[in-house]
């Protein structure tokens, strides 16, 4: 069995274990156990990747900088052994320091950044753009997510909670009672901070009902822009390798556009649900309200990039443009040497002739 298959199945095994106790602190010697098993088939697997030969790209941009305080075998041992470290690490403040031991958004961002550092140096490197998309990703998701939150309960001393349900009555709750008056919507923006329930309402009117409508914090649009976020910087450090003043500009253009969609989508599905009934906003909510959404998204994702594209000179391509040096081709020698190799060639069957 090869060593990276046995880094993966160990991994999914400590995953399990801790999931396990997440979701009912049921059997603990058994859960200790698989703790054991799993970390030692992932040490294990460790062994075979310092004595890899070194191919190029293989070493993507996430860790880069790493290389001048640790020279590569090392690196190769320290990524995926700071993915289990963290896992466990984890695991054990949240069940032991703030004892909670609900499954969590928060749990399951932990889990696949750790998982992606620890599975980093496996597969081929013909996929390096890609797993350095992915660990970027999840990074930027966790510093949104977890960092940020976590920092600011600690800090402040109340949960993130309040905090979170103002910002979403200020920015969502009152722009979508403001676009249903506009739309000719009797609708009325609550706040409700007693912890009994969704703390954003919205009001209206349904024949001669009135009809109250909870948003939760998935619908709210404060997860989209923080997913759209950690996915553009993601995106454009892979892509154009730097963060200049366009990536910023359609940074931001992003994230309003992000707000603004998911005000639209919200206003029109309670529109909906204004005319035709609180099942037609059910049915329109769960089909094709995201939808839209998502086109909106998208169609903004393709012309943004398209002019990034012409401001930073790339190729069309995502994973395979003038700043991907390190591709390996497939005599193990990148792109670029492969083609003044050709030239050199070349040049030499010329002045034969």
């Not at 310092?50 to 190769?76: A, H, M, N, S, Y």
């Not at 976590?150 to 349900?165: P, T, V």
């Amino acid at each position: 069995m090869q060593r990276q298959w046995l880094l993966l199945i160990g991994a999914l095994v400590v995953v399990g274990a801790l999931y396990n106790h997440y979701l009912g602190h049921s059997v603990l010697l058994f859960e200790i156990i698989l703790l054991v098993v799993g970390s030692g088939m992932a040490i294990y697997s460790l062994r075979d990747l310092r004595d890899r030969g070194k191919t190029v790209g293989e070493t993507g941009l996430p860790f880069k900088w790493l290389l001048r305080v640790l020279d590569e075998e090392r690196l190769r041992i320290m990524v995926p052994l700071f993915g289990f470290v963290l896992l466990i690490s984890w695991s054990v403040w949240k069940l032991y320091v703030i004892e909670s031991s609900n499954l969590t958004m928060q749990d399951i961002i932990v889990t696949l950044m750790s998982l992606s550092f620890v599975l980093y140096y496996s597969g081929s490197a013909k996929y390096q753009l890609q797993k350095d998309f992915v660990v970027l990703y999840l990074i930027f998701l966790t510093f949104v997510f977890v960092v940020i939150w976590n920092a600011y309960e600690i800090l402040s001393g109340e949960s993130y909670f309040r905090a979170n349900a103002y910002s979403e009555y200020y920015f969502v709750t009152i722009p979508v009672a403001s676009l249903l008056t506009l739309l000719g919507v009797e609708a009325d923006a609550q706040l409700d901070l007693s912890g009994h329930g969704l703390s954003n309402l919205i009001q209206f009117e349904y024949g001669d009902r009135n009809i109250l409508l909870g948003i939760g914090s998935g619908c709210s649009g404060l997860y989209s822009a923080g997913l759209f976020f950690s996915a553009f910087l993601a995106f454009v450090l892979i892509r154009y390798r730097k963060v200049d003043r366009y990536i910023l500009t359609g940074l931001a253009l992003g994230l309003a556009l992000t707000w603004v969609a998911n005000i639209f989508r919200m206003a029109v599905t309670i529109f909906v649900g204004s005319v035709y009934g609180p099942p037609a906003l059910v049915a329109f909510h769960m089909y094709f309200g995201i939808l839209l959404f998502i086109v909106v998204i998208s169609v903004f994702w393709l012309l943004i990039v398209r002019w990034l594209d012409k401001h930073e000179g790339v190729t069309k391509n995502p994973f395979l443009d003038e700043h991907s040096r390190e591709t390996v081709s497939e005599n193990g020698q990148s792109s670029e040497t492969q083609t003044s190799q050709d030239a050199e060639r070349s040049s030499e069957t010329i002045s034969t002739r």
